[in-house]
């Protein structure tokens, strides 16, 4: 079985955003790459003509195309509401079964210690990730029901924090930059929140800035933790 990396999004675009050319370029080293999209990002929008209903069905479809773009395998929408994520069992566990299910090598989703200003989903999904991997997915005592649909437990080796204030790993996604910014195109609900916006000189300026400190063209920035238990 390919090596396999879960990201874990708070809402649709995070990941293109934060490791759309870290994951591109894990796709094309052959490992398999799934999302779970916790949140429907049914508020995110600035049309004074737009629903959240609507919103919602528009975000879905723009998140499958984003991640067809970068060679995800499976997309799997939690399709809790934005800006309503709490740190619950519920919330926890549904990570947990993810966890177990695809078994990853590795997770990816947003730090929940950024200072400052942060959205709350995204503070929110990075703990509840965490907590979710250790000691939850690993300890078969935890949700017991898991293990009588017949999910072990799995233990996740690394975990890969995008957005983090003080990163120590560098990913060189000169080779797939083109492919990032084409899946952010792909949300093109959120882009139009911000006219004026040029994505491609956004995200290629915010890449040369992390690549400059390691020699590297463009680059991703994560906090990286090996699990140690």
């Not at 293990?147 to 890969?160: F, N, Q, R, S, T």
């Not at 956004?202 to 140690?228: C, M, N, S, T």
Request: charged share 30%; aromatic share 10%.
């Amino acid at each position: 079985m390919s090596e396999r990396i879960l990201a874990i999004c708070p809402h649709p675009d995070d990941a293109e955003f934060g490791a759309g050319g870290a994951i591109a370029k894990w796709v094309s080293e052959g490992k398999e790459v799934f999302y779970a999209i916790c949140t429907n990002g049914d508020k995110g929008t600035t049309d004074p003509k737009m629903t959240s209903e609507r919103l919602a069905e528009v975000r879905r479809k723009e998140q499958q195309a984003a991640a067809d773009v970068l060679g995800v395998k499976e997309v799997v929408f939690l399709d809790y509401p934005d800006g309503g994520l709490e740190d619950t069992p519920q919330f926890r566990g549904d990570l947990v079964r993810l966890i177990r299910y695809y078994r990853p090598k590795a997770v990816a989703t947003a730090d929940p210690y950024r200072k400052y200003v942060w959205h709350r989903d995204h503070r929110i999904t990075g703990r509840v990730a965490l907590d979710a991997i250790f000691p939850y997915a690993r300890d078969r005592l935890s949700y017991p029901e898991h293990e009588a649909a017949g999910l072990k437990p799995h233990k996740v080796e690394d975990i890969y924090f995008w957005a983090a204030d003080e990163p120590n790993l560098y990913v060189d996604i000169t080779s797939t930059f083109g492919q990032k910014v084409r899946a952010i195109r792909c949300h093109l609900s959120q882009i139009k929140n911000h006219p004026g916006l040029d994505v491609e000189q956004r995200a290629r300026q915010r890449a040369a800035d992390w690549g400059k400190e390691k020699g590297i063209p463009l680059a991703e920035a994560f906090y990286h933790v090996v699990v140690p238990f």
